[in-house]
């Protein structure tokens, strides 16, 4: 059974930047697909970034060139580097995977298998 830690999250002020985590066990994480989605108070689920097995990324259209995704087999860890967060990026960032997804596919909550439990990111002035 596979299972996601996420870490990392925290408040920060307009401009900050921070770094999640995400600590997968049970599985060889590199063989599949692996994402981030987030969820502010009264709002639906949302795609973040999600990196494939072959190192292939997609990014959400409100995080690109601001998120970056990375993994490591070493500690069988994913990364979400998080640089020039505004108030809107205020949310609960959870980690998932999934067999695979595509440029068409990444975003559909349907595809991803399970979820951690998640961590908070707080921006605020």
């Known amino acids: 059974q596979v299972q996601l830690v996420e870490s990392g999250g925290g408040s920060v002020r307009p401009g900050a930047s921070l770094r999640l985590s995400c600590k997968v066990s049970?599985?060889?994480?590199?063989?599949?697909?692996m994402a981030w989605f987030r969820q502010a108070p009264g709002k639906e689920r949302e795609f973040v970034a999600a990196?494939?097995?072959?190192?292939?990324?997609y990014y959400g259209d409100s995080v690109k060139g601001r998120f970056t995704i990375s993994k490591d087999k070493g500690p069988n860890t994913m990364w979400l580097q998080m640089n020039r967060l505004n108030t809107e990026d205020t949310a609960l960032y959870y980690c998932?995977?999934?067999?695979?997804?595509?440029?068409?596919?990444?975003?559909?909550?349907?595809?991803?298998?399970?979820w951690g439990q998640g961590t908070q990111v707080a921006v605020a002035s």
């Open positions: 998932t995977w999934g067999y695979f997804c595509s440029a068409s596919d990444c975003e559909s909550l349907n595809i991803w298998r399970s």
């Open positions: 049970g599985r060889t994480f590199l063989s599949y697909a």
């Open positions: 990196v494939n097995s072959d190192d292939r990324t």
